[in-house]
C-alpha cells in the first residue's frame, strides 16, 4: 500500500487533517485502531473557539454544528458567594465559543470522509514504523488479523497522547514538559436542563463546572482525587456536591439521570519538536493541557491547519520552506495555550498543598478579575481563542 500521507489516529487531528488535504487533492489513508462506534461515543471536552467552527466551515463540515451548537456568550466565575459575569463578544469584539461535544465534530468529520471516498480504517492499529528520518516512510498495521505496510511520504502522528508516533522519536531528540496535578475531574452528563450559563466554581471543597451539551443535556464536573474510585460517587453523593459547590439549590441546577460518568486527568504535557524527520506529530500525541478551558480539541485543529499549509507546497513541489518550521510555529501556540490552561487550572482549583498564604493570593486573583475589565479581557480573550498565527 502506498499513499502521499499515511495519517495515525481517526480523532479530531487526524480527521481534520485529511480533509484539509483532500481539499488540496492531496491524498491520505487514516488508520484508527478502534472501531468507529468507539471513537464516535468517547466524550470528552465541547467548547470549539471560533477558529475551530471557522475550519468547520472552511471544510463544508459545519451544517450541523450550526443547527445543533449553542453559543456561549457568558462566561461565569462562583466564589466566595460572589459572581464575576463576563460577556464574551462584548470583551473581545464580537468573538465567542461554541458548544458542541467532540465526538459530535468527530461524528461530522467521518461521515465527511467517508462520503468523499477517502480512505479511513477502523480496527487498524499502527504496530511500528520505519524509516522517518528517510525518504520513504512507513507504517506497519494489523488489520482484519493480517499485517500490513503502508509506504508513504509523511506520516502524520495523530494518534493521541497513547498513541506510538511520539515513542518512535529517538528519546534524546526529543525534550518534554510535564507536569502533573494532584487532582482530577469527575465529570458526567445529565438528562436536566443546565445553568443557563457556562459557570466554573472556586469552592473551600474543590473546584465545579457547569457547562451543557443541549438545552436538556448538562455536563457537569466536580474536582476530585487523580485516581478517584467512580464506586464511591452515587448520583446521590454527585449531585449534592454539584449543588454545593455551585452554590445553586435545585431550584437553579434541577437533578436529572445520569448517564455517563467519568475520571478525567489533569496534566500538561508536551514534547518539542513536534517533527522528527518525515514524522509530523499533532494534538494529544504532541501535547496534552488540563481541561480547565477545553482547549485540547482546539489545539489540536489549530496544529493541523499549520501541517496542511506546509505540506502542501512540500508535498506539490518538494518546497519544505513552510513544513519545516511546523513545529516552531505550533509551539508558539501551544505554549501560550498551555499558559492559559494551566492559569485557570491554577485560579479555580483546590490545591491539597495550598497555604493560607496561596488560598489569600487565589481569592485575591478571583476579586482583581471581578473588578478589572483589563483582567477580564484577558480571560475572554484566550477563551474565545487566540487569532490562528498568534
Ligand atoms: N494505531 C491507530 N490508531 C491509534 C493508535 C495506533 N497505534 N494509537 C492511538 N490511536 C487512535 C486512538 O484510538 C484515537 O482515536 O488515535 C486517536 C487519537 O485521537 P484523540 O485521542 O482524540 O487525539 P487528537 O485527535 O489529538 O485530539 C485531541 O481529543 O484527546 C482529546 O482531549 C483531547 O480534546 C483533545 C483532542
Ligand atoms: C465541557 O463542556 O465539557 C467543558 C466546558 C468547559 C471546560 C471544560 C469542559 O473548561
Known sequence: MRTQVGIIGAGPAGLFLALLLAREGIESVILEARSREYVEGRVRAGVLEQGTVDLMHQLGVADRLMRESMTDRI?????????????MPDLVNGREVRIYGQQEVVKDLIAARLAAGGELLFEAEAMALEDIAGARPAIRFQHKGEEHRLECDVIAGCDGFHGIARLAIPADALTIYDHIFPFGWLGILSESPPLADMTYANHARGYALASRRSPRIARLYLQCTPDEDLAQWPDAR???????RLNADTSELAEGRIF??????????????????RLFLAGDAAHIVPPTGAKGLNLAAADVRVLAR??????RKNDG????????????RVWKTVRFSNYMTTLLHRFPTHTPFERQI????????????????????????LPMDG
Not at 506546509?310 to 508535498?315: R, S, T
Open 75 to 87: 462566561l461565569d466565575i462562583r466564589f466566595e458567594g460572589r459572581l464575576i459575569h463576563m460577556d
Open 238 to 244: 454527585i449531585w449534592e456536591e454539584l449543588h454545593i
Open 260 to 277: 455517563q460518568k467519568g475520571v478525567t486527568p489533569v496534566r500538561s504535557f508536551v514534547a518539542a519538536p513536534m517533527q522528527y524527520g
Open 310 to 315: 506546509g505540506l502542501v507546497p512540500f508535498l
Open 321 to 332: 520552506s513552510l513544513v519545516e518550521r511546523y513545529s516552531q510555529t505550533c509551539l508558539q
Open 362 to 385: 487565589q481569592l485575591a486573583e478571583l476579586d482583581y478579575i471581578a473588578g478589572s475589565r483589563a483582567a477580564q479581557t484577558v480571560v475572554a480573550e484566550n477563551y474565545v481563542g
